[in-house]
């Protein structure tokens, strides 16, 4: 039943995305309209299905790489849909919907929805640190979708070569307002996330703190290069790419030596 | 009931020939005169063009004598410069003539208030009736449709506006920024007017003639700046318009250098118009700076057109559906005349046209 809610909210992305298709073999580019509709849609199936979800395992479904890939694409779709509407950025919708519908894609082909075979004891400090982690890395996604919006903008205008997609990208500046804030609304919540760790109770393995801390260390650089103007925009903007590849691929490592570790 | 559109355009006629033929309500009052049932002229720059609706089939030569502006100059060999349009072309021609895909600059939308003005008038003084608000009330939609579903207003498509455009780009609100006008010659006016249009109000004029720059200033409503403190300036501006006549280029690469660490998270917009350039190229590769000079500013102008272009396809695809809707509600199948309506021949007034609306 819950997977088929997470079928749902699939094609609902899927359908924002192949709606991005058609309008761009057309040279249109679709109005942010649609995109929202269907990220909104896609968002509350996910919503109920992470709720079936905790209901089932009385705790918060972050129990394997499955469940973290889901609550990844959901945290991206709540802050697109906090976000983007308020910096009118709409054709950031164009953007999100294949991020979240490639995540969630993944999730549904890939063999990992593997239950625990023990159930474990539930956290609350576990809980908060873990999903207040992932809500940091939507905010951080979605500031590297900014980013790549940014390069693409600030490529067109260096090379005076414009395509269709120039005249629907928000301005420069109003991108960069827009990368700068969700940097630091990512770092915030990181940070509350990273700071709760230290009161699992339990010992975390080395290698997890240590690069959930080098990624802390990277937004902390970037925000400080920023914050201090010695880093130029075009800058900031590759490093939002980087900083939230990085971040992705902690995630991963993190859920597959937490799947390891729980094998019997 | 015929449907039919007699006119020429810069597609069928020179300027010369153009400017023979007019039209005004006197017009379409002749033009009811010699058999149209309801008659409407529009008058472009490019184009002067008659829609009418008539029992009888009412000549090419007579409306062309008819829009001519002194008849005693009236040459009956003009009349081979008008094309003739019935029934369903008729339909498709003003819908492509609304949607700003016949127009001379594809896309342009003046053509939509011309079109609305011409309808308005001609149906104040009673010259268009049932027929040709139907006609009309769909070209408005089919015009707003293609507009909104394509990409064929998109771009601006002249170097002024094209200078604008790119300002909005980077900086989205202009009411802030700051604009440095160097050079206080006609195009540095004409550049600085389109900005105060959008919304610029901090503008400083720097000119090597302090009187000059003054003038400029006091016309633009911005302040003058000595000519050897306009450097200085370029800290605080967001947008520098140079068209000085300067046999070399007055900004290099390291003239802008110290000035951009100050500046690393502003980006600074420059625009060269002047010939020979003023800034040196090299500066468009520093970061954050955007140089365009006047055939940058061309090119993107001419790009904008041929993305335009690219979109007329996508619009014929809408003002065919709507032309194969119109045919099936209002014309005749096979004839393709215009279908006699219940309320033919009834008084037009405002209520029985609303009612008729589409």
Redesign the interface.
Known sequence: MDRHLLVLSTICYLAAVLRLVVALR????PRGRFNFFAIGLGFIFQTAFLSVRGHELHRCPLTNLFEVLIFLGWSVALIYMLIGPAYRLSLMGAFTAPLVFLIQAFALLAPIDVRHPVKLPVNSWLEFHASMSIVAYGAFALACVAGVMYLV?ERQ??T???R?I??H??????L?AAITRLLWLGFALYTLGLASGFFVGEPLPRIQVICAVGVWLLYAAILQG?HL??????RVAALCIIGFSAALTLLWGISFSAQLHSLP | MNLFCVGLSHHSANVETRERFAGDAETECSLRKSGCAEALILTTCNRVEVYGASEKRVSTEEIARCLARKIDQYDPSHASAFYRYEEVQCVQHLFRVASGIDSMVVGETEVFGQTKKAYEGARACGAAGPKLHRLFQRAFRVAKQVRSRTQITRGAVSVGSVTVDLAQRIFGDLSVRKVLVLGAGENSERTARALVSRGVTDLRVSNRSGERAEELAQLVGGVAIPFDQWREQCRQIDILITSTSSDAPLLKPEDLAPVLDDRIDRPLFIIDIAVPRDVDPRVNEMEGVYLYDIDSLQSVADQSLALRRQQVAAAETIIAEHVEDFRNKFLDEGSGVLRQKAQEGSPINDASLRASEL
């Open positions: 057309a040279r249109i580019f903008q205008l260096k005076h070569q414009m269709s120039f005249y990208l928000p301005p420069l500046t109003d960069f920023r103007r010695r880093l130029a925009p075009r």
